[in-house]
């Protein structure tokens, strides 16, 4: 029976080294680092019993048989499952599993719930029968030595454009620039209102540093680099109606090792593919909305 993870469950976990086998949600950190994320995470934050994690489980006596788990994205709208542990991915008990961590985030308020996967993997299907749909594919390119920019012009493109980093107000000329520079289908998974685009987001982490070009005020360009470990992970977003800003961010980005590129912004990956880069791996983003039902706040107590 899979029911939601206790603290007694945790320490059961510390107790036989769980959860093992492979884990067949690929979240950014274990696909920037190539390693899975590390069990004493996943104890630690089960322990402390936070409101940003949920997870469900199944113990068969001392073996845990299958585990997912879901941590809130940037805000309480958008969650990611990060863990996923099923011996058999074709079975029946994903499907339970895949739901019941679907009805936990919603229960905490989440209305969109992110997975990620390699695209050959068998829980796609399966997902997609839980009512997750595969909104993009991201495709991993990775290198250590970028090769020099052949055909530069001596012109730079981004003249009259000022390079800054971003500050609060910016937030919405942001989500200007990613609603210019997403198709409409995929907002309609990663959110059409400024609150769902923030919320959407991956959290980010310490040292990470950003950028953003303006023109005439407006955000046309960002670029964004995030240390994991030795290494690090690098995203840019350039606007459509001024195609030179994002060869210059990407010009600009050198010693950036890896690079998670949306498959609708094949500019991107040529860019990078010209300077040496290539694909490792590509990867199938799912999405399913929640609905989140309304709850009276005469009654918030007796549901608690």
Same mark, same amino acid.
């Given at each position: 029976? *899979?029911?939601?993870?206790? *603290? %007694? #469950?945790?320490?059961?976990?510390?107790?036989?080294?769980?959860?093992?086998?492979?884990?067949?949600?690929?979240?950014?950190?274990?696909?920037?680092?190539?390693?899975?994320?590390?069990?004493?995470?996943? /104890?630690?934050?089960?322990?402390?019993?936070?409101?940003?994690?949920?997870?469900?489980?199944?113990?068969?006596?001392?073996?845990?048989?299958?585990?997912?788990?879901?941590?809130?994205?940037?805000?309480?709208?958008?969650?990611?499952?990060?863990?996923?542990?099923?011996? &058999?991915?074709?079975?029946?008990?994903?499907?339970?599993?895949?739901?019941?961590?679907?009805?936990?985030?919603?229960?905490?308020?989440?209305?969109?719930?992110?997975?990620?996967?390699?695209?050959?993997?068998?829980?796609?299907?399966?997902?997609?029968?839980?009512? +997750? +749909?595969?909104?993009?594919?991201? *495709?991993?390119?990775?290198?250590?030595?970028?090769?020099? &920019?052949?055909?530069?012009?001596?012109? #730079?493109?981004?003249?009259?454009?000022? !390079?800054?980093?971003? =500050?609060?107000?910016?937030?919405?000329?942001? +989500?200007?620039?990613?609603?210019?520079?997403?198709?409409?289908?995929?907002?309609?998974?990663?959110?059409?209102?400024?609150?769902?685009? %923030?919320? =959407?987001?991956?959290?980010?982490?310490?040292?990470?540093?950003?950028? !953003?070009?303006?023109?005439?005020?407006?955000?046309?360009?960002?670029?964004?680099?995030?240390?994991?470990?030795?290494?690090?992970?690098?995203? *840019?977003?350039?606007?459509?109606?001024? $195609?030179?800003?994002? $060869?210059?961010?990407?010009? #600009?980005?050198?010693?950036?090792?890896? /690079?998670?590129?949306? =498959?609708? %912004?094949?500019?991107?990956?040529?860019?990078?593919?010209?300077?040496?880069?290539? &694909?490792?791996?590509?990867?199938?983003?799912?999405?399913?909305?929640?609905?989140?039902?309304?709850? =009276?706040?005469?009654?918030?107590?007796?549901?608690?």
């Amino acid at each position: 029976m *899979i029911t939601a993870f206790r *603290i %007694r #469950d945790a320490l059961r976990c510390m107790l036989v080294d769980a959860p093992g086998g492979d884990n067949l949600a690929a979240p950014t950190e274990s696909v920037v680092r190539c390693r899975p994320l590390r069990n004493s995470t996943f /104890w630690r934050q089960s322990l402390a019993r936070g409101s940003n994690r949920v997870t469900v489980g199944h113990w068969a006596r001392m073996d845990l048989a299958s585990l997912a788990s879901a941590r809130m994205r940037s805000g309480v709208r958008a969650w990611e499952v990060d863990r996923l542990h099923i011996k &058999e991915p074709d079975s029946g008990q994903a499907l339970d599993l895949l739901e019941q961590i679907v009805y936990s985030a919603g229960s905490r308020g989440a209305e969109r719930v992110f997975l990620r996967v390699p695209c050959d993997s068998q829980i796609v299907d399966v997902a997609r029968r839980v009512g +997750f +749909f595969p909104y993009y594919e991201e *495709i991993h390119l990775t290198g250590r030595e970028w090769l020099p &920019e052949a055909d530069v012009s001596s012109d #730079d493109p981004t003249d009259g454009f000022t !390079v800054e980093e971003p =500050s609060p107000p910016d937030q919405y000329g942001l +989500f200007q620039l990613y609603c210019a520079a997403t198709p409409q289908r995929v907002r309609e998974g990663t959110g059409v209102t400024v609150d769902q685009w %923030r919320d =959407s987001q991956e959290p980010a982490r310490s040292g990470r540093k950003e950028t !953003v070009l303006k023109h005439n005020g407006k955000i046309v360009g960002w670029r964004m680099r995030e240390p994991f470990g030795k290494t690090a992970a690098g995203q *840019i977003v350039g606007h459509p109606d001024h $195609p030179g800003t994002a $060869p210059y961010l990407v010009r #600009d980005s050198c010693q950036t090792q890896n /690079w998670l590129v949306p =498959s609708y %912004r094949p500019n991107i990956v040529e860019l990078l593919d010209r300077r040496g880069l290539h &694909e490792t791996a590509r990867y199938t983003m799912l999405i399913k909305t929640v609905a989140v039902p309304v709850r =009276s706040r005469e009654f918030s107590y007796v549901e608690a």
